[in-house]
């Protein structure tokens, strides 16, 4: 073990003890600890629910925010969002201002639990934003990056483009990635800043070098079409396969059309890059492209090998797809044998597709 892993679980050891004595605020860091991705001890949301729920019940409001959050967002409970708005309101009273805020998207219309009304999602707004100012004022990134947001859409104050864009720059400044982004944005669109891309494309690189998906999206269309930054195929695709593995819908459907332009063959060899280098989700969009013949000559045989490393990797999809390669002789030859091995491993982590084919087979 190393001198981080066991000055870690010395810390949660100490911050249990404190938990189970009623500590509210070792109770609400100990939650905060179970539910990172970083945590060491891979504790599960239960756990981490017991702690949230033991410091909100004692009027700790930022456990009382999160619990909230777990009721709005189904983490590790049931989604509710008559309890979720519960405990928006327990930290909102007392000054909690994401929860003031959370609570009039609430009454705007944007959530459930309460009736829609605009007065009352207004007048939480107007809370949120005067508890914001004066974190904002002290120099807090995420206040000022709100702030920022309640002067871009007019929530609680009046819209400011100028405001707007000098809270986001106070909040990326500091290196708020959501922030750094919404200025990227202000700079492309010319709101509350003169227009300038190169402004526009530093912004949104900061930002996109975080890991921000929508950032990462549009610095790929900004090499794409050469604003800002030199026009760069090879890294739009770059920046584009980021994106997409980072989650953006609208980019991961877009791969479902892929063509043979250049943009899309230069997507295609950064798939080919990422593949080689053992990443699952290239590997099985090259084994689809291939299986169809998207984007790239037809290749059944390609396929299976693309979809072969990835299920060798415990790739749930390419073990299903694999499966039903040997099924149906495609890219290999027909082999029942092989086509259930590769059903079942799939199947035994949850893959439906894969159950529902071995009850087919009556296996």
Avoid at 133 to 143: F, M, N, S, V
Wanted: net charge negative.
């Amino acid at each position: 073990m190393t001198k981080a892993e066991e000055g870690y679980r010395k810390a949660v050891k100490w911050y249990r003890a404190a938990a189970a004595h009623g500590d509210a605020e070792a109770q609400s860091v100990l939650m905060d600890m179970y539910h990172k991705k970083e945590e060491k001890l891979r504790e599960n949301m239960a756990e981490a629910m017991k702690w949230y729920r033991k410091a909100a019940e004692q009027g700790h409001a930022a456990a009382q925010y999160n619990l909230g959050l777990c009721y709005g967002y189904a983490w590790g409970v049931t989604g509710n969002m008559t309890e979720a708005v519960k405990w928006y309101r327990a930290a909102a009273e007392q000054g909690y201002a994401e929860a003031q805020y959370m609570l009039g998207e609430c009454y705007d219309g944007w959530g459930y639990g309460v009736s829609e009304d605009k007065t009352e999602a207004e007048e939480w707004y107007r809370k949120a934003v005067k508890s914001y100012g004066e974190a904002a004022d002290q120099g807090d990134a995420t206040a000022q990056y709100m702030l920022g947001m309640c002067y871009d859409w007019g929530y609680g104050v009046n819209a400011d483009d100028n405001e707007a864009a000098k809270w986001y720059r106070r909040a990326a400044e500091q290196g708020h990635a959501e922030a750094q982004y919404e200025l990227g944005e202000c700079y492309e669109r010319g709101d509350g800043v003169r227009q300038d891309y190169n402004e526009a494309a530093k912004w949104m690189r900061m930002a996109a070098e975080q890991g921000h998906t929508a950032a990462q999206s549009s610095l790929g269309m900004y090499y794409e079409q050469g604003l800002g930054v030199s026009k760069d195929n090879d890294e739009a695709a770059k920046w584009y396969f980021k994106a997409a593995a980072g989650g953006s819908v609208e980019l991961e459907e877009s791969l479902s059309l892929i063509g043979d332009d250049d943009m899309d063959k230069a997507i295609i060899r950064r798939f080919h890059l990422e593949a080689e280098q053992g990443d699952t989700w290239a590997q099985c969009w090259l084994g689809s492209w291939y299986k169809e013949g998207r984007g790239v000559k037809e290749d059944p045989a390609e396929a299976v090998k693309w979809y072969r490393k990835a299920a060798e990797q415990g790739d749930t999809y390419a073990q299903n797809e694999l499966a039903r390669c040997y099924e149906n002789g495609v890219g290999v030859n027909k082999d029942m044998e092989e086509a259930v091995k590769w059903y079942q491993k799939a199947a035994e982590k949850g893959n439906e597709a894969a159950q529902k084919a071995l009850k087919r087979l009556h296996l």
